[in-house]
């Protein structure tokens, strides 16, 4: 389950298309500035998660010279989620340019826009918060950034790089969020926190796990072991360190507050699954309203796209999305 939910390259725009190579120096952090949430307001075509653009004004589109590397809001079943737009080693125009240059080109930075709503919704607006931690969280491990260099289109602008914008903080700054709180969360994931476990559990080497195909548990471990805790991945799982090791572990087996819970959801259908009972697969029927907890979705090996769920003490494969 990775931090990116999705990948819609915008191929038809213009910063597509000039593919400017670069590397990635930092990050800048928007807020689109207009009452709309969904991300298929700006990003499209539907993958069947998002949404469709009825009005046809995404930002997939030729002769529009504006874009970033990501987007972060809601599908259409109102989830937040963080969507890739552009590769992350190429240049875009998000920031707009200053006195001192732009941090579009050089220094070129990664760019992500927060779909902002009617700016009332608390509930909302740390979703996306959260959301943002944790992407920038990864971009920092992936490319080498230091958080200090995450700066906010504001300071962009403050600092002779970009265009006259006060995005997050015209967002932020109702709910008490700031810049310098966003870059001390994301320095406190990178440095990780110790917790304990709650109970006898297991630790995963990727997250997901995968009972029928190849196995990626790495070992049993005891209750109150203590671990490196690093990352929420915001559907159920954390990555944490142990022995020096990077690993996975299903939320619920730490003692640590305001982590994220599995998602579950009911069928509008019956729904063609197989049963899991040890390491063979039966095929059976999921009834139509029955409610199913995701444990995880299956990222490798033979059963590449499948989620792995329980329902009533029983588990099943089925193809994700299904």
Not at 71 to 79: A, L, R, S
Not at 98 to 121: H, K, R, T, V
Not at 175 to 203: E, I
Request: glycine share 10%; with cysteine; proline share 2%.
């Amino acid at each position: 389950m990775a931090v990116i939910d999705g990948k819609i390259i915008l191929t038809k725009n213009d910063c597509y298309k000039e593919y400017q190579k670069m590397t990635p120096a930092g990050i800048v952090v928007h807020s689109t500035g207009a009452n709309n949430p969904y991300i298929k307001r700006y990003v499209q075509p539907d993958d069947g998660v998002i949404g469709k653009n009825i009005y046809n004004n995404d930002w997939n589109r030729s002769g529009l010279y504006v874009c970033v590397h990501a987007f972060i809001g809601y599908d259409k079943n109102d989830v937040v989620r963080c969507y890739q737009t552009l590769p992350f080693d190429i240049c875009c125009w998000g920031v707009g340019s200053g006195w001192n240059g732009s941090y579009n080109f050089n220094p070129a930075y990664i760019q992500f826009e927060m779909c902002e709503d009617d700016l009332s919704d608390k509930s909302y607006c740390k979703k996306v918060y959260d959301k943002a931690v944790t992407f920038c969280v990864w971009l920092c491990r992936k490319y080498g950034i230091s958080p200090d260099n995450i700066v906010s289109h504001k300071e962009a602008y403050d600092k002779g790089f970009g265009s006259g914008h006060v995005d997050p903080t015209n967002w932020w700054g109702k709910f008490g969020y700031t810049m310098d709180g966003f870059r001390a969360a994301v320095k406190s994931r990178l440095n990780g926190v110790n917790v304990k476990t709650k109970r006898r559990c297991r630790l995963y080497k990727a997250a997901y796990k995968d009972p029928v195909g190849d196995s990626v548990a790495y070992a049993k471990i005891k209750k109150n072991t203590v671990l490196k805790w690093l990352e929420d991945d915001m559907y159920g799982w954390s990555k944490v360190s142990y022995k020096n090791k990077t690993f996975y572990i299903i939320n619920s087996n730490l003692n640590k507050k305001g982590l994220s819970g599995l998602v579950s959801y009911s069928f509008i259908k019956d729904t063609s699954a197989y049963l899991v009972k040890g390491n063979k697969l039966t095929k059976t029927t999921i009834k139509k309203g029955t409610t199913v907890q995701v444990i995880c979705w299956i990222e490798a090996g033979k059963y590449k796209g499948y989620e792995y769920v329980k329902s009533g003490g029983k588990y099943y494969y089925l193809i994700r999305n299904s």
